[in-house]
């Protein structure tokens, strides 16, 4: 039995633009943890001790130490069936974009070409006082880095309460309003002003397509919704619609 009804075949395999909207849950897979839900890293952690300028300011030490264990996370792993499916969308259409809220860089080392990162980039840090990048590895060992001129060093990643990187922002909203199809994968859809892409491209007509574990924010929105791993559900889609563009 096919995954995808006639329409939504129709939608995918005649767009043009094809922009794929992620979140934690496009990593679950890799074993990156998500942040809500059952396993989710906010049940046991608070993010305004760890996630947030000033608890940073209060105590370098510990947020270091949580990043240094999240980094780690991060190098140990691989991308996954679904960034590889993301990646793979672009040998078919002519322009696919991601969209993400992720900081593990996977998408791009999964090969997808044009990636907005909305939250940063957990293998980037910069120095709160001069804002020197430092993208080469940060040794933490039980001492908060420092700067060159003496400010502290933090990853670059966007903490609660604080501004999205606004070319990233104007950048990832251009590319919604000119989607024809708009995947949301493995996004609980709750943190703002990442989640208003998504009715950026609702308003502009694009199809809606999500995937998820479950039911979400955004299911309302949706055109079409697929419940399971998005590393089962994006590959089942990419060969059917493979199965579709051979037998025209
Ligand atoms: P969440 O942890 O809020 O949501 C993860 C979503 O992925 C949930 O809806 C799960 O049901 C779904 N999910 C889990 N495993 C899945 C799988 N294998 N396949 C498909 N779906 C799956 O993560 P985000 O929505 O990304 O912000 O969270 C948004 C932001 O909140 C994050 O970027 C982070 C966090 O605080 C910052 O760090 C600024
Ligand atoms: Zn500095």
Redesign the pocket.
């Known amino acids: 039995m096919s995954l995808l009804d006639d329409k939504t075949l129709k939608k995918i395999s005649s767009a043009k633009s094809v922009v794929f909207f992620t979140?934690?849950?496009?990593s679950?897979?890799s074993g990156i943890p998500?942040?809500?839900?059952k396993e989710?890293i906010?049940n046991k952690l608070k993010?305004e001790e760890l996630?947030n300028f000033d608890a940073f300011l209060n105590n370098p030490q510990m947020v270091w130490e949580w990043y240094k264990h999240r980094k780690e996370i991060v190098h140990n792993s691989q991308p996954n069936p679904?960034h590889k499916t993301i990646s793979d969308f672009q040998l078919f259409f002519p322009e696919v974009k991601v969209i993400t809220?992720?900081?593990d860089n996977l998408h791009r080392r999964a090969g997808s070409k044009i990636v907005f990162e909305l939250?940063g980039n957990i293998e980037r840090n910069y120095c709160v006082k001069c804002k020197t990048f430092y993208n080469d590895e940060i040794i933490f060992n039980y001492e908060v880095p420092k700067c060159k001129c003496g400010g502290l060093i933090r990853p670059d990643?966007?903490?609660?309460g604080e501004y999205l990187p606004q070319d990233e922002f104007d950048r990832a909203e251009e590319a919604a309003k000119n989607s024809d199809v708009f995947f949301i994968?493995?996004?609980?859809?709750?943190?703002y002003p990442?989640a208003s892409i998504i009715f950026v491209a609702k308003e502009n007509g694009a199809y809606i397509i999500e995937?998820?574990?479950?039911r979400?924010e955004a299911s309302s929105v949706a055109d079409k919704s697929f419940f399971g791993?998005?590393?089962k559900i994006l590959p089942l889609i990419f060969q059917e619609l493979k199965d579709h563009f051979f037998t025209l």
């Open positions: 979140g934690a849950g496009v679950a897979e998500t942040f809500r839900g989710g906010w993010p996630a679904a809220q992720n900081i939250h990643v966007v903490w609660f994968v493995g996004t609980s859809a709750v943190v990442a995937i998820n574990l479950e979400t791993e998005a590393g």
